[in-house]
């Protein structure tokens, strides 16, 4: 089974420089720009890791994460924040091991963001594998 990523970014250089990364490292990549975006790809059926920015016009990923949540998805995703804000939302701090794997601020280092997404890969498809 091919592992899958979604990055979710409104930065077209972000998503086009993401793909190209987790594409070379042989990830099946979903690319959107928006949570709605996002929430549509999840309701089409991707699972797997999900990159998701916090600042995006249309709905932000917070609101994405908390309809992600409430809607029961989460069990079928990994998510990883990867946003310009310097420092860690606290807003995040109760969410980070229950959502959330990972807090990556910008810029991302490359080889520390293919490490995590790696290790979220295969706890995810090792935990999941029976439902994907």
């Known amino acids: 089974m091919k592992k899958k990523?979604?990055?979710?970014?409104d930065e077209?250089?972000?998503?086009?420089?993401l793909k190209t990364v987790f594409e070379r490292q042989d990830y099946e990549v979903v690319t959107a720009s928006n949570g709605v975006e996002c929430l549509d790809e999840?309701?089409?059926?991707?699972k797997?890791?999900?990159?998701?920015?916090?600042?995006?016009?249309?709905?932000?990923g917070w609101a994405?994460?908390?309809e992600?949540?409430?809607?029961?998805?989460?069990?079928?995703?990994c998510?990883?924040?990867?946003?310009g804000k310097g420092?860690?939302?606290?807003?995040?701090?109760?969410?980070?091991?229950?959502?959330?794997?990972?807090?990556?601020?910008k810029p991302l280092d490359v080889n520390q963001l293919i490490s995590s997404v790696e290790k979220s890969s295969r706890c995810f498809y090792q935990t999941h594998s029976s439902k994907l």
């Open 48 to 60: 797997g890791v999900i990159l998701m920015d916090l600042m995006m016009p249309v709905m932000d």
């Open 68 to 77: 992600i949540v409430k809607k029961g998805y989460n069990k079928y995703v």
């Open 42 to 46: 999840i309701e089409k059926g991707f």
């Open 64 to 66: 994405t994460i908390n």
């Open 79 to 83: 998510i990883f924040i990867i946003t």
């Open 5 to 9: 990523v979604m990055i979710v970014d």
């Open 87 to 105: 420092t860690k939302d606290y807003q995040s701090m109760g969410m980070l091991g229950s959502f959330i794997f990972d807090y990556l601020t």
């Open 12 to 17: 077209p250089d972000v998503l086009i420089s």
